[in-house]
């Protein structure tokens, strides 16, 4: 019967309460926690329906060792495992685990023997086996009063047992959990080995690995560097199809790797720098500062050994690779925003280290191949050779065989090419022998100059005056000199013509002043033909007769300053002989030389104008200069001189500095020469020599 003096409604709200509770645990069954959050949640539960003081949950290790899972007020001799009570309890929990029945052990329990198994506690124990999938996982063990009737007990013990139950659902579906993680894993890694393994190209097999390990990984980041010489260069990054390497994050990336790669060993960082080397620490905050990673895992790639594959476990342990192998380069992990925990972390990347150390290896072998990309175009043609292809292949090279027999053995004119100017063969610049300025330019030629037609000038014909004051100053300080002295000596001469009370020292005297003066005179006499030679250069003459080719001289020389030595215009005779003036550069000049040489000097050359492009003109050589000159464009040219054909002069509508294109015949050579030798020279002068 129930108890009287217990009330029916608190009666009912206990059973409610503990009906929410399994609810509430059969739903946690059901969930993916983690196992501490599952087991925390599970056993609360449990000791709250129970109105137990506590509990734990032990769980079986891979040694068969127990360790605790969970606890609620366990004592705390029974969790530190040295002491005798801890012992003892262990061995009970090996016992319930050996039975696999539950059990309710009384206070203080056991059987006197201090080795064997007891309840060294003041607590009622009930003890249920945790069974998952028929294999014993452990043990959930609650510590209740001891106080209670033996029925109440006996319900403790069914309650936990149904609980347990709910708990090896729990186990059994965590488990198909992990082994479907495990397998899903194996096919990442599985395809992940085929892709890295694909190629043989450096950077193509380096794209290829950020990008899938980023995602076997499952952090935010993977970056790959390769060492060249003492330096690690960052090949590729996730996600990014280019690289800027003159970026901040790359060098500073750059730089962390090079350090790291130095010292032989991994970096794993996740905040703390205290116990890395100085150069190591500087370089990760200066990349830290730069990427805002949380923590950045570096891992020195090292050639593989063929041992290797006699020792997987020694595959799956970068950190224990014989330090003596060859550092190939680096891989990089990061995790700015993910934060995975390291039990999740580490066996994927021990997978892609292998797998990368292993592609990256084979990808710079084959990358260091002595003409890799001769041998590459050979393999790649040999479908040029198979049966159907064969009769197309034969064909094709016929042809080209054929074109490369005419290119050697046909005969064709050899020319050089070279531009340069159409001019009389008499034609003179004009200078200014003194400085001026221009005041007058050709007072009988003026309205011609203004109507536009040719000026014609005649050998010595005035053509511009100029003024210079500094001249005219100096003429009139030198001209008013020897004024002033011969009046001075035509006053001494008087004297002694006079000859009027002078006593013999007077006489002597102005006979002295009369030597002096004369020979001041003498001096200023020449003084003053001297400048008035220059200001008769300052009248600008015509040196042959001809006709001005300079366009339009009064606007560009009126009242002009020019220096002595200015180019003033140009005077032509058109009416005699014209000549071509070749500027044929310097790399091409040595072949007319030589054909000069082998052939004859006055070798024919065809020329073209610029106005005229569709009729071509005939000369020959007369002149070739023995020094090269630089030309406008800053490049060395050789000037050869060319006197046009008897009768090509009347056939050309003259006009003086016409530009001119002209090829110079050097004779007979072969086709392919005369198309291809300065590809050639250029290869003898940048690739050979």
């Not at 925390?40 to 449990?46: C, H, P």
């Not at 006699?310 to 990061?334: C, H, K, T, W, Y």
């Given at each position: ?312 476990e020694a595959q799956l342990d970068p950190d224990n690779i014989r330090q003596s192998r060859e550092v190939i380069g680096a891989i990089v992990i990061e995790q700015i925003e993910t934060d995975l925990p390291k039990e999740v972390i580490h066996p994927r990347i021990d997978l892609v280290y292998e797998h990368t150390a292993r592609a990256l290896a084979n990808a710079i072998d084959h990358q260091d191949v002595f003409l890799m990309p001769v041998w590459q175009t ?84 005035r053509l511009c005056v100029l003024r210079n004051t500094d001249l005219q100053i100096e003429y009139e300080q030198v001209y008013g000199e020897y004024s002033a002295t011969q009046r001075e000596l035509d006053e001494v001469v008087q004297q002694l013509i006079n000859n009027v009370g002078l006593s013999p020292t007077d006489k002597t005297s102005l006979e002295l002043t009369q030597g002096r003066l004369e020979k001041r005179i003498e001096s200023l006499e020449k ?163």
């Amino acid at each position: 019967m129930p108890d009287p003096s217990v009330n029916a409604d608190t009666i009912e709200q206990t059973k409610q309460q503990i009906r929410a509770l399994v609810s509430e645990i059969a739903q946690l069954s059901k969930s993916e926690l983690e196992p501490n959050q599952y087991y925390a949640a599970f056993l609360q539960r449990v000791v709250q329906a129970l109105a137990a003081v506590g509990g734990a949950v032990w769980m079986l290790s891979e040694g068969q060792s127990l360790r605790c899972a969970y606890q609620i007020n366990a004592p705390e001799d029974l969790l530190d495992r040295a002491t005798d009570d801890a012992k003892r309890h262990e061995k009970l929990l090996q016992y319930v685990i050996q039975q696999g029945e539950p059990q309710l052990i009384p206070p203080r329990a056991g059987d006197g023997d201090e080795t064997s198994g007891a309840n060294p506690t003041d607590h009622l124990l009930v003890m249920g086996p945790l069974v998952a999938d028929g294999k014993l996982e452990g043990v959930v063990e609650v510590f209740q009063r001891p106080d209670a009737q033996p029925a109440t007990q006996r319900g403790y013990l069914r309650f936990l047992m149904n609980m347990v139950e709910l708990a090896g659902d729990w186990l059994k579906s965590q488990k198909l959990r992990q082994f479907s993680d495990r397998h899903s894993l194996w096919g990442q890694a599985d395809h992940f080995a085929r892709l890295v393994h694909e190629s043989l190209d450096v950077r193509g097999t380096s794209y290829t690995v950020v990008n899938e390990a980023r995602r076997m990984i499952g952090c935010d980041r993977v970056s790959v560097a390769i060492k060249r010489g003492r330096k690690c260069k960052i090949e590729a990054i996730s996600g990014q199809d280019t690289l800027e390497n003159r970026s901040n994050i790359v060098s500073a990336l750059g730089v962390l790797a090079t350090k790291v790669v130095a010292t032989g060993e991994s970096l794993w960082f996740e905040g703390e720098t205290e116990d890395l080397p100085p150069q190591i620490e500087r370089a990760i905050d200066h990349y830290i500062e730069e990427s805002y990673a949380k923590s950045v895992t570096v891992l020195p790639l090292r050639r593989p050994d063929k041992s290797d594959d006699l020792n997987p476990e020694a595959q799956l342990d970068p950190d224990n690779i014989r330090q003596s192998r060859e550092v190939i380069g680096a891989i990089v992990i990061e995790q700015i925003e993910t934060d995975l925990p390291k039990e999740v972390i580490h066996p994927r990347i021990d997978l892609v280290y292998e797998h990368t150390a292993r592609a990256l290896a084979n990808a710079i072998d084959h990358q260091d191949v002595f003409l890799m990309p001769v041998w590459q175009t050979i393999g790649k043609s040999k479908w040029l050779v198979k049966a159907r292809q064969l009769p197309k292949t034969l064909a094709v090279a016929g042809g080209l065989l054929v074109v490369l027999l005419g290119l050697c053995l046909i005969p064709s004119d050899f020319k050089m090419k070279a531009d340069g100017r159409l001019n009389p063969v008499e034609m003179r610049r004009v200078f200014a022998e003194q400085p001026g300025d221009v005041v007058q330019i050709l007072p009988d030629q003026t309205p011609a100059e203004q109507s536009g037609d040719q000026i014609k000038v005649a050998q010595g014909e005035r053509l511009c005056v100029l003024r210079n004051t500094d001249l005219q100053i100096e003429y009139e300080q030198v001209y008013g000199e020897y004024s002033a002295t011969q009046r001075e000596l035509d006053e001494v001469v008087q004297q002694l013509i006079n000859n009027v009370g002078l006593s013999p020292t007077d006489k002597t005297s102005l006979e002295l002043t009369q030597g002096r003066l004369e020979k001041r005179i003498e001096s200023l006499e020449k003084q003053l033909a001297l400048v008035e030679e220059k200001r008769e250069r300052l009248t600008v003459t015509s040196p042959i007769d001809g006709i001005i080719t300079s366009w339009d001289i009064k606007r560009q020389l009126q009242n002009r300053p020019v220096q002595a030595g200015a180019v003033l215009m140009e005077i032509a005779d058109t009416s005699k002989a014209w000549e071509v003036e070749l500027s044929m550069p310097e790399n091409r000049s040595g072949k007319v030389d030589a054909a000069r040489k082998r052939l004859e000097p006055g070798l024919r050359v065809t020329f073209i104008l610029a106005g005229e492009p569709g009729t071509q003109y005939e000369g020959k050589i007369v002149d070739v200069a023995d020094r090269s000159q630089v030309a406008d464009d800053q490049k060395q040219t050789v000037k050869i001189r060319v006197a046009l054909d008897p009768g090509v002069s009347k056939q050309i509508e003259k006009r003086p500095n016409m530009e001119v294109t002209a090829r110079v015949f050097c004779g007979k050579r072969p086709l392919g020469w005369c198309w291809f030798h300065e590809a050639w020279e250029w290869l003898q002068k940048n690739v050979f020599f």
